[in-house]
C-alpha cells in the first residue's frame, strides 16, 4: 500500500513547533504567543487536508503512513485514520488553537512554557486518536499525561498539587493494567500471526478467536483504563478536582479531547477486539453510564462552583456517549460519535465562558453572580447559546446526538429492554433543569455583589474564539449529515466486527425525520 | 593462553583498562598534578576501551583455556560499564573539590572495579566469576569510605565490606557445592550435565545459594539493608557507580549462571525463588521510598525496586528475559547516573542540600536542571516515551511469554505506586516555591555528563530498536 505522510505530518507540525519554541528567548513573551498559536493553526490545516483527502465513501483505515520502528519486536509506526478518528482530530485541531488564543492574557507567567506543553499536549492527543499500533497508542495516551500534569499543576487553582497528582496516579492505575492486556494479546498473537504483534488491524481478526473467559479479562483491562479516562462512574472522582484546578486552557482541553480518548478507546479497542466479552459486559456498563448520566445530574444540581457544574455535567453527557457505545446500533454509536464532538464543542464553550467572567471577577462561586444581564449583554447571549446547546436543544448540536443515542438503545439487541431508555431519557430533563438553574443564577435576577457592576463585556478576542465554536454548534445542530457522513462507514464496521451475524441496515424512518433523506 | 593475535584483540579492552590502570598509577605516584590529569586518563581508558568493545561486537570467541567469553552480549556489558563509568569521572572533576577531598585512589579505585565488572560479565567460569566480583567488591569497600574524615563514609565503608563479605560467603559455599557436584566450575562443563544435575539437591542448592549472594549485591529484598546506608554514606558519584555498574555487574554474573537454564527446556526450576524476591524488591523499595525526605536514600530505595523488575526478566527465564535485563540494565545505567549527576551537581559542601525539601522551586533558580531532573524521573517511572518505559515493557513481555502474567502485574502495579514518589520530585521542583537558599556551584563538566546522560534515555526511549537489536542478535 502506498504510504501517505499526511498523518505524519499532523504529528509533526505541533512537535516541530514545541522543539523550535525551545529555542527561543524566553522574555519575547508575545513572540512565543504568536508563534504557538501559528502552529496550532497549520495543524488545523493539515487536519482540513486530512479531511478532504479522506474519501468517506470508502469508509476504513485510510492515509496510513507505515514504517518499521523496532523491528526486533514487530513493533510499526502505524498511523491513519478513519471516519471516527478524522472526527475526533478535527476536534482537537479545531480547540487547540482556540484555547491558546483563550489564554492569551490568563496565562501571564512561564508563557514559554505553557505553550510549549500546549503544543506537546496537541501532539499526544493526535497521536492517540491515528494510532493503528498498540503500543504507539500507548505511547502516546501516557506521554500525554506528563504535558498535561504540569498544565494543571504549574497554572492552576490553589489545589493544583492535589488535583494534578490525583489525575496522574489515576490515570497511570488504569492504563498500566491495560498495558499488560496489550502484551499479552501481542504474545497470543504470536501463534497464529506467526510474530509478536501489536498492529491492530493484524489484532482486529486474533481479538475475536480468543476464548470467551480470557477475553471477558482482556475486555476490562482495556476497559477499566478507558472507563477511567472517560469517566464512567464510580472512578470519576479525579474529574471535579483537575477540572476545578485546570486553567482555562486545561479544563478545555480535558473535557474537550482528553475525555474523548476514553471513549474514542472503547470503541476502537474494546469492542472490535473482544466483541464476545463487550456484548456480555455491555449491560452492566451501561447500566454504570445511567447512574452516571443521573447521578452527574443530580450532583451538578447543587454545586456551588461553576466549574464543578461544568464537570459533572460531563459525567452526565459521557454517560450517554458510554450508553451509545454499548448500545451496539448504527444509530446509537453514530449518535454516541457526534454527542463526542458535541460535548467537545459544547463543553469547551462553556469552560471558555467561565474563563471569560473568572478573568474579571476571580470568583467562580454561582452566589457572586446574578443579575449581570444588563451589565454584560453580549455575554449573557454567548452563555445562552452555550448552555442550551450543552442542555440539547433542538437545532443546536447537542440534540442531535443525545436523540441519535436514546433512539438507538431503545431498539438495541444487545440491552434490550426500555429500561436504560426511559433511564437515560430523565437525566436530558435533569439537564434541563441544572443548566437553566445556572443561566438564571449567573444571568437574572438582582445582582448581589456590586463588584458586578463594573464588569466588562466580552472583547472581540472572545467573541471570535466562541462564535467559531457557535459556528459549529448550530451547524451541526441544523445539519448533522455532514458529520455524520463522515463516521457512517467506519461506525458501521464496527458494528459489523461485534455482531457479524447482523445484518447492518440504515433505513430507519426516525432517521429520515431526524435528517431528511439525505445519503448517509 | 592465547592462541593467536586474533584472541589478544578480542581481549583487548581489558587489556586497555589494564594497562590504563598501570598507567593512572604511575601518574599518581610520579606527578605533582595528578587530580588534574587523572579524571582524563581515566576517561579516555573509559572510553576507548568501551568502544573498542562496541566495534568489537561482533568477533565472539572464548579465550584463556574456556575462562574468558568475548564478543557479543559480553561487550555489550562491557560498554555500559566503561561508559558508566566515564560519566561517573565527568561527574567527579568538580564534585571531588566541593566533596572536599581528593586521593588520586578515588580513579584508580573506579578503574579496578571497572576491570572487576568486566571480569564478571564476560565469565566461563565460576573461579572468574568469583575473581572479578572480588576485584570490583574490594574497590568498591574503599570507594564508599573514600573520604576517611568522615564519619557516614566510614559507616558506609563497613557496612559495605561486613554485609558484602558475608554475601560472597553465601557465593563461595555455593560455587564449592556446584563444583562437588559437577566436578567442574566450567560453566560449559554444568550447562552441559545440567539435566541430570538438576535433580541433585546439592547442586540446586548451590546455585540457590550462589543467586542469593548475588541478591545482595543487585540490591534485592530481602538483602538490600545495607543500600540505603552505603549510598547516602557514600560521594554521591560513588553511588552513582554502585547503584549502575555494581548492579549490572552482579547482573551479568546471575546471567551467566542462570544462562545455563536457557539451554534446557524443562524450565527455570528457580523461578518460585526469583519470583518471590521480585515481587518483594519491586513493592518493598516503592512503598518505603514514597516515606523517604533524603533524595539519595529516595533513590536507594528505588533501586531496590528497580532491581525486582529486572528480577521479573530472570524469573521468565526466556531470552526475552535476558535480552530484556541487559536492555534495562543499559537504560538504568544512564537513568540512574542522571539521577546521581544532577544531586551531585546540587549537592552543597559538607553534604548540604541532599534532602528533598532543597529541591522545592528548582525550576526556577535553574530550570535546565529541573528539565532534566524531571526527565529522569519521569524516565525512572516508566512513563513514555522516555527509555525507562521501553526497559519495562522488555520485561513484561518476558514475563508473559514465560507465562508469568502476575508478575507482569504485580510489576505494573508497583509501577504505579514509585510513580508516587518520582512525581513528588517533579511537584517539588515545579510547583512549589523555594524553601532554603542553596548555592549552586557551577560545574561544566558534570552539566555534560548530565546532560550525555539525559539524551542517551531520551533517545533510547524514541528509538529503541538499535540496542535490541544489538542485544538480541546474538541470541540467535
Redesign the interface.
Given at each position: 500500500m502506498e504510504n501517505n505522510h499526511l498523518v505524519s505530518y499532523l504529528l509533526l507540525a505541533p512537535l516541530a513547533g514545541g522543539i523550535l519554541l525551545l529555542f527561543i528567548n524566553k522574555s519575547k513573551e508575545n513572540f512565543i504567543k504568536y508563534f504557538g498559536f501559528a502552529f496550532s493553526v497549520i495543524t488545523f490545516i493539515i487536519s482540513l487536508f486530512l479531511y478532504a483527502g479522506y474519501d468517506t465513501n470508502k469508509g476504513g483505515f485510510q492515509l496510513m503512513d507505515k514504517f518499521?520502528?523496532?523491528?526486533?519486536?514487530h513493533i510499526s509506526y502505524h498511523v491513519g485514520v478513519d471516519g471516527i478518528s478524522l472526527l475526533l482530530v478535527l476536534l482537537t485541531t479545531f480547540l487547540t488553537p482556540l484555547t491558546l488564543l483563550s489564554s492569551w492574557k490568563a496565562i501571564t507567567s512561564k508563557v514559554k512554557e505553557f505553550t510549549f506543553f500546549m503544543l506537546m499536549l496537541e501532539v499526544g492527543m493526535l497521536g492517540v486518536f491515528v494510532s493503528l499500533d498498540l503500543?504507539l497508542f500507548?505511547?502516546f495516551w501516557?506521554?500525554m499525561?506528563?504535558p498535561m500534569?504540569?498544565i494543571i499543576?504549574?497554572w492552576g487553582g490553589d489545589q493544583?498539587?492535589y488535583a494534578?497528582?490525583k489525575f496522574?496516579?489515576y490515570t497511570?492505575?488504569g492504563s498500566?493494567?491495560m498495558?499488560?492486556a496489550i502484551?499479552?494479546l501481542?504474545?497470543y498473537a504470536s501463534a497464529p500471526l506467526g510474530h509478536?504483534s501489536t498492529d491492530l488491524i493484524e489484532l482486529y481478526s486474533v481479538g475475536p478467536t480468543i476464548q470467551k473467559n480470557i477475553q471477558e479479562w482482556m475486555f476490562l483491562a482495556f476497559a477499566f483504563s478507558f472507563a477511567i479516562k472517560v469517566p464512567i462512574f464510580p472512578l470519576h472522582t479525579w474529574l471535579p478536582d483537575a477540572h476545578v484546578q485546570a486553567p482555562t486552557a486545561g479544563s478545555v482541553i480535558l473535557a474537550g479531547v482528553l475525555l474523548k480518548m476514553g471513549t474514542y478507546g472503547l470503541l476502537r479497542f474494546c469492542l472490535p477486539l473482544f466483541p464476545q466479552a463487550a456484548i456480555t459486559f455491555a449491560p452492566y456498563i451501561s447500566v454504570l453510564a445511567i447512574i452516571g448520566i443521573i447521578y452527574g445530574a443530580l450532583v451538578a444540581m447543587v454545586q456551588k462552583d461553576m466549574k464543578k457544574l461544568v464537570a459533572y455535567s460531563s459525567v452526565a453527557h459521557l454517560g450517554f456517549v458510554v450508553l451509545g457505545i454499548f448500545a451496539l446500533t448504527q444509530e446509537s454509536i453514530q449518535g454516541a460519535v457526534i454527542q463526542m464532538i458535541n460535548h467537545g464543542l459544547s463543553t469547551g464553550a462553556l469552560f471558555l465562558m467561565v474563563g471569560v467572567i473568572y478573568e474579571r471577577t476571580h470568583t467562580r462561586e454561582l452566589s457572586e453572580y446574578g443579575g449581570i444581564a444588563k451589565i454584560v449583554p453580549i455575554y449573557s447571549t454567548f452563555l445562552m447559546i452555550a448552555t442550551l446547546s450543552s442542555v440539547g436543544l433542538p437545532g443546536l448540536n447537542g440534540f442531535v446526538g443525545e436523540f441519535l443515542i436514546l433512539l438507538g438503545s431503545f431498539k438495541s439487541p444487545v440491552l434490550n429492554s426500555w429500561g436504560y431508555t426511559i433511564f437515560a431519557t430523565s437525566g436530558v430533563i435533569f439537564a434541563a433543569v441544572y443548566l437553566l438553574w445556572w443561566y438564571q443564577k449567573i444571568i437574572f435576577g438582582e445582582v448581589k455583589n456590586p463588584k458586578m457592576n463594573n464588569l466588562t463585556d466580552m472583547n472581540k478576542r472572545e467573541m471570535f474564539i466562541l462564535a467559531s465554536i457557535f459556528v459549529f454548534v448550530i451547524w451541526i445542530g441544523v445539519y448533522p449529515s455532514t458529520f455524520l457522513n463522515v463516521s457512517a462507514k467506519s461506525t458501521q464496521n464496527v458494528i459489523q466486527q461485534v455482531l457479524p451475524e447482523k445484518t447492518v441496515g440504515f433505513n430507519n424512518n426516525y432517521h429520515k425525520a431526524l435528517i431528511g433523506d439525505k445519503a448517509w | 593462553m592465547l592462541n593467536n593475535i586474533q584472541e589478544f584483540y578480542n581481549i583487548l579492552p581489558l587489556v586497555i583498562l589494564g594497562a590504563g590502570i598501570l598507567v593512572s598509577l604511575l601518574i599518581e605516584m610520579y606527578f605533582n598534578k595528578s587530580e588534574a590529569v587523572l579524571p582524563w586518563v581515566s576517561i579516555i581508558v573509559f572510553l576507548a576501551s568501551g568502544f573498542y568493545a562496541l566495534a568489537t561486537v561482533n568477533s565472539i570467541s572464548v579465550v584463556f583455556q574456556n575462562m574468558l567469553a568475548t564478543g557479543g552480549n559480553v561487550n555489550v556489558f562491557y560498554f555500559i560499564f566503561t561508559f558508566g563509568a566515564a560519566i561517573v569521572s565527568l561527574l567527579s572533576i568538580d564534585y571531588l573539590k566541593k566533596y572536599g577531598t581528593y586521593y588520586g585512589e578515588y580513579y584508580l579505585l573506579i578503574q579496578c572495579s571497572v576491570l572487576g565488572m568486566m571480569l564478571m560479565a564476560g565469565a566461563k567460569d565460576l573461579f572468574v566469576i568469583f575473581l572479578g566480583l572480588e576485584v570490583m567488591s574490594v574497590s568498591f569497600y574503599a570507594l564508599a569510605g573514600i573520604n576517611r574524615k568522615r564519619l557516614n563514609a566510614n559507616e558506609a565503608s563497613l557496612k559495605y565490606f561486613l554485609l558484602g563479605a558475608f554475601a560472597t560467603g553465601f557465593i563461595v559455599y555455593g560455587i564449592a557445592l556446584i563444583y562437588g557436584t559437577a566436578q567442574s566450575t566450567s560453566i560449559d562443563v554444568i550447562t552441559s550435565k545440567f539435566t541430570q544435575l538438576q535433580h541433585n539437591l546439592l547442586f540446586d542448592a548451590g546455585v540457590l545459594l550462589f543467586l542469593i549472594g548475588f541478591s545482595f549485591k543487585i540490591a534485592a529484598f530481602p538483602f538490600h539493608m545495607w543500600v540505603p546506608d552505603v549510598y547516602h554514606g557514600s560521594a554521591s558519584t560513588i553511588g552513582g557507580l554502585f547503584s549502575t555498574g555494581g548492579k549490572a555487574a552482579a547482573f551479568s554474573a546471575i546471567i551467566v549462571m542462570i544462562g545455563i537454564l536457557l539451554h534446557n527446556t524443562i524450565g527455570n526450576i528457580f523461578e518460585p525463588y526469583l519470583a518471590v524476591i521480585a515481587v518483594l524488591s519491586m513493592f518493598f523499595g516503592s512503598i518505603v521510598a514514597i516515606s523517604q525526605t533524603n533524595i539519595k536514600r529516595m533513590l536507594a530505595y528505588s533501586s531496590i525496586s528497580h532491581a525486582g523488575y529486572m528480577i521479573i526478566g530472570l524469573a521468565a527465564g526466556n531470552y526475552d528475559g535476558i535480552a530484556g535485563i541487559i536492555f534495562y540494565l543499559a537504560v538504568y545505567t544512564f537513568m540512574n547516573l542522571g539521577a546521581f549527576g544532577i544531586v551531585a551537581l546540587i549537592e552543597g559542601r559538607e553534604e548540604a542540600n541532599l534532602e528533598l525539601k532543597s529541591y522545592s522551586g528548582l525550576a526556577s533558580r535553574s530550570p535546565m536542571l529541573a528539565a532534566l531532573l524531571a526527565i529522569v524521573m519521569?524516565s525512572l517511572a516508566g512513563?513514555?516515551?522516555f527509555a525507562g518505559?521501553f526497559g519495562k515493557?522488555?520485561i513484561?513481555?518476558a514475563a508473559?511469554?514465560a507465562h508469568l502474567?502476575w508478575l507482569?502485574?504485580a510489576g505494573?502495579?508497583s509501577?504505579?505506586i514509585s510513580?508516587?514518589f518520582y512525581?513528588?520530585v517533579?511537584?517539588l521542583m515545579?510547583?512549589?516555591e523555594t524553601e532554603t537558599e542553596l548555592t549552586l556551584e557551577r560545574s561544566n563538566t558534570g552539566l555534560l555528563a548530565v546532560i550525555i546522560s539525559v539524551l542517551l534515555v531520551i533517545v533510547i526511549g524514541i528509538?529503541?530498536?538499535s540496542l535490541?537489536?544489538l542485544i538480541?542478535s546474538f541470541f540467535r
Open positions: 518499521n520502528w523496532i523491528a526486533n519486536l503500543f500507548y505511547i501516557e506521554a499525561l506528563i500534569y504540569f499543576g504549574i493544583r498539587v494534578t497528582v496522574f496516579l497511570m492505575f498500566l493494567l498495558l499488560v502484551i499479552w501481542a504474545v509478536f | 519521569f512513563i513514555p516515551p518505559f515493557y522488555y513484561f513481555i508473559i511469554k502474567t507482569a502485574i505494573v502495579l509501577s504505579v510513580v508516587y512525581i513528588r517533579v511537584v515545579y510547583f512549589r528509538a529503541p530498536g535490541i537489536g538480541t
